[in-house]
């Protein structure tokens, strides 16, 4: 046998015995078509033995030859095997079509905005529309309009984020505090509570009005377990003719028993300074966990502070150009995460803002 009709028994062998492979209906005949093509007496052992009489510099490109044909048949007789094995019955490894699917991940809701459209939907249901205002504030509805003049102790109290616009930006912190009080009341800032959509409301639409304004809100604060530079409040406003601090307080109740689900909640006021509000009140429920009697929750105090609240200043009706003689009004403020914390018991409020999925999907 020349290497020539070495190599041309190979390819014709080849050729055969993947059709034989391909062909083999059973295990059985598999196995008959691998002795027939592979086995002692396969043209592969017939030209190994041929291999002898080659000449030296003819035998490894023919020792090659037979190495292919054998790792190319043996992976067919493989490939075939496994393929009758998944299609008999019981083996197991076939497809189930009875077999449900793997399921889609479906995300849900923010805590945070979970607890925002639960308290939208309690207020208007209490006949109230929710509002809504820019988070970069000017220093009028953010500060001025709500009774806090440039200078006002209130104002150190909201460590402000301030907004540098264009190349006009903030003055050089060593520059006198008369000319910062001067630049600050033209810029502009990261509104530090949702009290400036009262005054973008008020500027907008006659009284009677009744808005709820949730949003986010920011202070100048490190991420911490009790602080973060980003948080969420809801303000409530009532103007109307005759409006009292019993209508604020039997608001504050309604919505303190709906928000708890529990007829039995009760309401504290104890007397507060808020510029935008007077008289102003610290508000507080009676806790729903212990009713009272003390517990982690309530500080083992009964109470839960919620927010504040109070009847609006007159100065801030003459800043929007609302007679005060006419018209009064209320207005009350909290904080969403803190609602959250209160209701199932977490501890940290930056635990909101990780957008760590472990914590997220609990709720
Ligand atoms: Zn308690």
Known sequence: MTLTEALRTLVEAEAAALGAVAAAADAAALDAAERDWLGKRSPAVVVTEAIKG???DERPQAGQAVGAYRGRIGDAVAARRTELADRSPGAGAGIDLTLGGHGRRRGHLHLVTQIRRELEDIFVGLGYRVAEGPEVEDDWHNF?????????PARSMQDTIYVALGADGPEDPGAGTEHIAEHIAEHMMLRTHTSPVQIRTMETQAPPIYVVAPGRTYRNETLDARHSPAFHQMECLAVDRGLTMADLFG???????RLFDDDSVRTRFRSDFFPYTEPSAELAVSCVFCRGDGCRVCSHTGWIELGGCG??????????GIDPEEWQGFAFGFGLERIAMIRYGINEIRTFFDN???FLEQY
């Open 356 to 358: 760590d999925l472990r």
């Open 144 to 152: 001025e309009a709500l009774n806090i003049p440039p200078a006002h």
């Open 54 to 56: 080659l000449a030296p």
């Open 251 to 257: 608001t504050i109740e309604a919505f303190a028993r």
């Open 311 to 320: 009847m609006v200043d007159p100065n801030v009706f003459r800043a929007v």
